[in-house]
């Protein structure tokens, strides 16, 4: 007997790192989870790579973008006739800059990225969940969420901007049987981190992404980095159906990172 | 096959209420538990309704006396040969009042009951946790471990203090295979609410109903927690898929706390 049985589950970024994790112990638990990811021969793999054929569907886009997530809702309902836990996972830093030499378009991507498509997905998925009266939102945030380094504004600003989106829309359906939450992860080596992160040291004024891990770790209690699996426990524990008290809740796994 | 098989637990104030849900929650996920309780008639009813055989003990003690919190996790770990994970749940106040009108007793029960207490289980504990290399402290704390009501401000302080006991305590230990976390539920309605919550109520000029209806309409639920609530994160933290999780003070309030 799983936690998540019968479950319908979408998970944007879900074919590696957190996202991934987050997949894989849900299907653990008994869910039915559609992942998304933008390559679609990656997302094939990753199916094939996770081996439970018929309760798991890749959806391929762009979590940046509008079509793509609106998209995925409808093809977790498509597949499995409806949609129990959206998972908004998908986010990152391309590009950084301080903000004196931040482009446009980079600080549009963040906002897209990682803000307009939690939106979009809560939005849509609110729509299916609401009549039905049941749901959970989980999105994952960020140890940026609640505090700032310098060097990645947009990510920063954006994660900061999730969270004030996750309380808003916790109270306007706290009455109803669904929840909305943020995980706020410290530092995890995701392959995203360890191929974008030499440029993200180099924006944050550091000599090596070596220096930046030992920044973020410096900072822990735990002095190393979270693991994808420490965030899907928690993601799984809020998706059950026994977390039904449990909403607008900042949610941490960051070693003892955080101040608040 | 358990989460917690092998581990084994101290709870004080286990016998009903939150640290009872959290108890019986342990010894479905394998572990073994010593509650402990001022009362030995109700603690003995409590092992009896747990049903749990030799998994479970209690240990009679009162958690505001630093001699009982040492033996707790003294027989604990002569019982089980261990103790893995720590909850400090026992807490409360009396004789709760404005501050104006507060006495020096009502503050010093707060104090000896909710953070004496943590402080003295937790020294204890650690001295067994550190070199075994492997630990959780839960500390059951409270909404008001985060923010203020009036008329209660002996277990709103108290409660503020057990955080920044979570948080240094984490940073001490947070290399050691150790975590420390405050868990900080909204109102539930246990035992102790219906007896402390009417008097509580009653030093602010308000019905006890009226206290719970101002507890839920501040949270997005608008409805009280419950134990259970509780009992689901704290399994998840002494877990060791909770190794990631430390000096953190964790909302369970259904959206109460602002932050």
């Known amino acids: 007997m799983g936690k998540l049985n019968g479950k319908v589950a979408a998970i944007t970024g879900g074919t590696r790192s957190i996202g991934r994790a987050i997949a894989e112990a849900f299907l653990r638990e008994g869910a039915s989870v559609v992942i998304n990811g933008r390559d679609e021969a990656k997302g094939q793999q990753a199916l094939a790579d996770i081996g439970v054929p018929d309760r798991t569907r890749f959806f391929a886009g762009d979590a940046a973008k509008q079509a793509t997530v609106e998209g995925l809702v409808d093809a977790a309902i498509d597949a499995f006739g409806q949609l129990d836990i959206m998972v908004l996972n998908s986010g990152g830093v391309v590009n950084s800059a301080p903000v004196s030499m931040m482009t446009d378009e980079e600080w549009q991507l963040e906002i897209d990225w990682n803000l307009n498509h939690v939106f979009w997905g809560m939005r849509k998925a609110l729509q299916h969940m609401l009549p039905r009266d049941t749901g959970r939102i989980l999105v994952t945030s960020s140890v940026e969420g609640k505090i700032a380094k310098p060097g990645i504004p947009g990510y920063n600003a954006t994660k900061h901007a999730v969270n004030g989106l996750v309380k808003s829309a916790a109270k306007e359906v706290g009455t109803t049987g669904i929840t909305i939450n943020s995980i706020l992860p410290g530092l995890i080596e995701t392959d995203i981190v360890r191929s974008t992160g030499p440029e993200t040291a180099q924006a944050m004024g550091l000599e090596s992404y070596e220096a930046m891990l030992g920044v973020f770790t410096q900072e822990s209690a735990i002095k190393k980095c979270n693991t994808v699996e420490q965030v899907?426990?928690?993601?799984v524990m809020l998706a059950s159906d026994a977390a039904r008290n449990i909403t607008g809740c900042m949610f941490p796994v960051d070693g003892g990172t955080m101040p608040y | 096959m358990g989460e917690l098989d092998g581990r084994v637990a101290a709870i004080t104030g286990g016998t009903r209420g939150i640290g009872r849900a959290i108890a019986e929650a342990f010894l479905r996920d394998g572990a073994q538990v010593v509650v402990s309780g001022r009362d030995a008639a109700?603690?003995?009813?409590?092992?009896?309704?747990?049903?749990?055989?030799?998994?479970v003990h209690f240990v009679q003690g009162d958690a505001a006396v630093r001699a009982d919190c040492d033996r707790l996790i003294d027989e604990t770990v002569a019982r089980y040969g261990r103790i893995?994970?720590?909850?400090?749940?026992?807490?409360?106040?009396?004789?709760?009042a404005p501050v104006v009108d507060l006495t020096d007793e009502a503050m010093d029960y707060a104090l000896h009951l909710n953070l004496w207490s943590t402080f003295w289980c937790s020294r204890r504990a650690l001295a067994h946790m550190i070199p075994q290399q492997w630990g959780r402290i839960i500390n059951i704390s409270s909404l008001e471990g985060k923010v203020g009501k009036p008329g209660i401000a002996v277990y709103v302080t108290a409660k503020h203090a057990v955080n920044g006991l979570t948080k240094?305590?984490?940073?001490?230990?947070?290399t050691l295979g150790i975590t420390v976390n405050s868990l900080c539920p909204g109102a539930i309605e246990t035992d102790m609410m219906k007896e402390e919550g009417t008097k509580a109520a009653a030093s602010m000029g308000m019905a006890y109903e009226d206290l719970l209806a101002w507890f839920s309409s501040e949270s997005a639920i608008k409805r009280l927690n419950e134990v259970e609530d509780v009992a689901l994160v704290a399994s998840l933290l002494a877990s060791d898929a909770g190794a990631g999780i430390t000096g953190s003070l964790i909302s369970i309030d259904g959206g109460t706390s602002p932050y």
Do not use: W, Y
């Open chain 1, 232 to 235: 899907a426990a928690v993601a």
């Open chain 2, 42 to 55: 109700k603690g003995q009813r409590a092992i009896d309704e747990i049903d749990a055989g030799d998994r």
């Open chain 2, 84 to 96: 893995d994970i720590l909850v400090n749940n026992a807490g409360g106040s009396a004789n709760n």
């Open chain 2, 168 to 174: 240094s305590m984490a940073h001490e230990v947070g």
